[in-house]
């Protein structure tokens, strides 16, 4: 009867383990939900216990406002450090102008885009924080003269233009009630300036280049500028323009496809030869996610070739790092690999 029942335990056992060895794959954790996450960890150690804000590499003992506002964002995006970027955004409110305007005293709407989409991602109030309306100075940033109406700012557009313009029209759809900027009412969306502005700007094959100071000349490498089109504008472009619910004039998807590398990944201009970098690769996994395409798994395993792992030094796992110079940790590369990422189309995931 014992070795009866002893042989039935063993069989059971068995059973219980092969069945589990077989189940284990439809179990596996999602690669680019640990990377996140590990990402996200790495992110909470940099923010300082003190000021609640992550200290400015460039300036000893002052914190880097707008690396502190994207981190939070990025905290939201994957459920990790709440607290931390809740703590981050209250710390952001009595700087407000410190943050935001440039050296003439002008807002700057990038900065004001980053502020609000971390006041939005924490649940907070972007029309009433650190006592101003950051919407309404936002908007009144747009031009309403001269040869760029619609444009977000005074600054020179000439190598962040459409850059800009995506991030605050994808700032200003998560304030609720709609601003007005990007409320056309029972009109077209594109017939609003800020959404006019940059699909003028889009060029014939679908891309973005920073800014086009001449319409009718055909997108191509500016030698006085440096600037052609890219992969970081394209894909800011697209969020912004997902984000109001518009439809670009030409389809980006084509241009994207075509000059994805074969790792999986995208460069910064697309050209041929030049490799993969987790900036643009985020970005870019983030636009075609607003498009429609679920990023494949080579996009996620280019993405992620670019995280500092078990077998960098402790303090720098999770960290994504830039392909130019030693594999360190870097900030911009961390939180553009996020929003790449997210499980969800970037900025709508930041109120869900």
């Known amino acids: 009867?014992?070795?009866?029942?002893?042989?039935?335990?063993?069989?059971?056992?068995?059973?219980?383990?092969?069945?589990?060895?077989?189940?284990?794959p439809m179990y596996a954790p999602d690669p680019a939900t640990v990377g996140a996450n590990g990402a996200a960890n790495w992110l909470v150690t940099q923010f300082d216990a003190t000021t609640h804000?992550?200290?400015?590499?460039?300036?000893?003992?002052?914190?880097?406002?707008?690396?502190?506002?994207?981190?939070?964002?990025?905290?939201?995006?994957?459920?990790?450090g709440g607290t931390t970027a809740s703590a981050a955004v209250a710390a952001l409110a009595p700087i407000v102008d410190l943050y935001v305007k440039d050296s003439g005293g002008n807002d700057k709407p990038g900065s004001l885009s980053r502020l609000i989409l971390a006041i939005e991602s924490i649940g907070g109030n972007p029309r009433a924080f650190g006592g101003f309306d950051l919407v309404a100075r936002l908007e009144a940033t747009i031009r309403t003269t001269g040869p760029d109406v619609g444009l977000f700012g005074v600054q020179s557009p000439t190598y962040d233009g459409a850059f800009r313009q995506g991030l605050a029209l994808s700032a200003l759809s998560l304030v609720s009630p709609k601003p007005a900027s990007i409320d056309p009412g029972a009109g077209s969306i594109a017939s609003l300036p800020a959404v006019a502005w940059l699909f003028s700007q889009q060029c014939a094959d679908g891309s973005w280049m920073p800014y086009r100071a001449n319409l009718a000349t055909p997108c191509a490498f500016d030698p006085i500028t440096y600037s052609s089109p890219d992969t970081n504008s394209t894909a800011l472009a697209v969020l912004g323009v997902h984000a109001v619910g518009g439809t670009s004039p030409v389809d980006p998807a084509t241009w994207l496809n075509a000059i994805r590398n074969p790792d999986g990944g995208w460069s910064f201009d697309g050209s041929v030869g030049s490799p993969s970098d987790p900036d643009s690769t985020g970005l870019v996994?983030?636009?075609?996610?607003?498009?429609?395409?679920?990023?494949?798994?080579?996009?996620?395993?280019?993405?992620l070739a670019f995280q500092l792992g078990a077998s960098a030094p402790a303090p720098d796992q999770g960290a994504f790092f830039y392909p130019y110079g030693p594999p360190t940790p870097n900030l911009l590369a961390t939180n553009d690999a996020i929003l790449g990422l997210a499980n969800g189309v970037w900025p709508q995931v930041l109120n869900t």
Do not use: E, N
């Open 1 to 24: 009867m014992r070795s009866t029942r002893r042989a039935a335990a063993t069989i059971l056992v068995v059973a219980i383990t092969a069945f589990a060895a077989a189940c284990a």
């Open 53 to 80: 804000l992550i200290p400015s590499a460039f300036v000893p003992g002052s914190p880097d406002p707008g690396a502190s506002a994207y981190a939070a964002t990025s905290l939201k995006i994957t459920g990790v």
């Open 285 to 303: 996994i983030g636009a075609r996610r607003a498009l429609g395409t679920f990023p494949d798994a080579a996009a996620i395993s280019a993405l």
